[in-house]
């Protein structure tokens, strides 16, 4: 299951990561992660969960964040959630065109692995297209 958060900046997007992924801590009967491009998240979510800041690796393009979640999976088979907060920061892209391809990827990825997904973009979500709509 892949789930999207999207919205401008400043319409609570953050927040609305930081109650689920707080939540899911009570709720899920495996580990939880959260990947964001800094350590912000830091004193707002539960301690139990594994927060990785990605500012300390190298992710320029999506095969690589592919790659870099394989790992996670590879690692730790009993992840249940993995919360990517402004995959577009993680990711540094222009445009969205490698956005749906990565989404429909990590369906295919949570199907296989049984990982559950939610993602932010920070990107205005009237523009988002039928094949990142069907995700949120």
Do not use: C
Request: net charge negative; glycine share 6%.
């Amino acid at each position: 299951m892949v789930k999207v958060i999207m919205g401008l900046k400043g319409t609570g997007k953050t927040k609305q990561m930081i109650d689920l992924i707080n939540t899911a801590v009570n709720t899920e009967h495996g580990n939880v992660v959260a990947i964001a491009h800094d350590s912000k998240l830091t004193y707002d979510i539960n301690y139990k969960i594994r927060l990785i800041d990605t500012s300390d690796y190298a992710i320029p393009n999506y095969d690589t964040l592919k790659g870099f979640l394989y790992g996670l999976y590879a690692s730790n088979y009993d992840i249940t959630h993995v919360f990517i907060e402004s995959l577009n920061k993680l990711v540094p892209t222009v445009g969205n065109e490698d956005v749906e391809p990565f989404l429909d990827w990590l369906e295919a990825f949570s199907q296989k692995s049984g990982i559950k997904f939610t993602v932010s973009i920070s990107e205005d979500a009237s523009k988002a297209s039928d094949g990142i709509r069907k995700y949120f």
